[in-house]
């Protein structure tokens, strides 16, 4: 399954930056708004050390990893709810993500103007929520006055639509996100094909000087406190630093790199690794010696439904699941010391399939 994130923030804080060091894409970087005008698209690869685990282990001809893509859209700004700046494009290019990346400015640099003449994150992601809940509102009271007339009607589902519609639009009124609106899984059905943007999962990224990537600044840690209350994930990242970071091409340089400012790992990693947690997603191998390859899946899924990002014939007529853990194929160094030991499990349709599982399909079609 892909993944696709939407970097988000307003002009100048440091998204196509961010996004520059990400992905191979090459988005303009300017000290001036709606240098991004078409949303850039970028698709990385996930690093997974278990995949050079599997790689020694078989020696493949070729190793295939998980990807993401990340959308660079160009900077919101107050009034893009009502077509302001390029909003509607924007808004529109939003929707389209499984998840935002809602990038803030926790920096000083009188070289780089900020949009609204100051440095203030709190107020930054204030005004990307208000233009996203305004845009959502439009969304909701178009659909209230569509379902209205039909639960008049008398029609059931029209009025318990309409119950779930009214109590989210009331709560986004009051200037929350949907996404903070407790209710089951069954009344959010009701509402999914809006797909409300404040109703997407999200990051927020706190980009902030190098020398401030690991401890913060003040800028960061009160964005990090006012949004303690949304339990969102908050990942602090110099974008600067990044795009340093993207330069190395080897791996011993980069992590000497890393180590001078503290790090065990880039800031790319991390941000992956939030991701993958937010939205519940795993990892699972297939390992032959033509390929090894990752495979994301959401986490919960069973062996059918693992089986069906392979291909739909793998869904449709699975037989069974031959399955490794990635432990015990490390220890035993091959399938087939792992079947004479015992480590090789027959699953059906009813496994739930587990983080670093190493599967091999039987289906019939």
């Not at 069954?186 to 401030?212: F, G, M, S």
């Not at 503290?262 to 990693?269: A, F, I, Q, R, V």
């Amino acid at each position: 399954m892909g993944l696709r994130c939407g970097i988000v923030g307003l002009p100048n804080v440091g998204k196509s930056t961010l996004f520059n060091a990400l992905s191979n894409a090459k988005a303009e970087a300017a000290n001036f708004p709606f240098c991004t005008i078409e949303p850039n698209v970028g698709v990385i690869t996930v690093p997974d050390e278990r995949l050079d685990i599997l790689k020694g282990l078989v020696s493949p001809e070729k190793v295939v990893p998980t990807v993401i893509e990340f959308v660079d859209i160009a900077g919101l700004v107050k009034g893009a709810s009502k077509g302001e700046g390029l909003g509607n494009q924007f808004l529109a290019n939003i929707r389209e993500v499984d998840a935002i990346i809602h990038v803030v400015r926790c920096f000083d640099n009188d070289n780089i103007v900020h949009v609204e003449g100051r440095v203030d994150p709190v107020d930054d992601k204030d005004v990307i929520d208000t233009e996203l809940q305004f845009r959502d509102l439009d969304s909701i009271e178009k659909r209230i006055q569509r379902v209205e007339k039909v639960a008049k009607s008398g029609d059931a589902t029209a009025r318990k639509e309409l119950e779930v519609l009214q109590v989210f639009k009331k709560h986004i009124e009051s200037g929350q996100n949907a996404r903070a609106l407790e209710m089951d899984k069954e009344q959010r059905v009701l509402i999914k094909e809006l797909q409300l943007l404040t109703d997407k999962p999200i990051i927020y990224v706190a980009n902030v000087e190098e020398e401030n990537v690991n401890s913060g600044n003040e800028h960061s840690k009160t964005f990090e406190a006012a949004v303690a209350a949304e339990n969102a994930l908050v990942v602090k990242v110099s974008a600067a630093l990044e795009a340093q970071i993207a330069e190395f091409d080897d791996e011993d340089d980069k992590a000497m790199f890393l180590e001078e400012y503290g790090l065990k790992e880039s800031g790319l990693n991390r941000l992956i690794k939030a991701a993958y947690s937010l939205l519940d997603l795993i990892t699972y191998f297939t390992a032959g010696v033509q390929e090894v390859r990752a495979w994301t899946i959401k986490k919960g899924w069973k062996a059918p439904q693992a089986a069906g990002v392979i291909h739909t014939d793998f869904e449709r007529g699975f037989i069974k699941a031959e399955v490794i853990k990635m432990k015990d194929y490390q220890e035993f160094g091959s399938e087939q010391a792992c079947k004479e030991a015992g480590k090789l499990s027959v699953e059906g349709k009813e496994y739930i399939v587990h983080d670093g599982d190493v599967m091999h399909f039987r289906f019939n079609v």
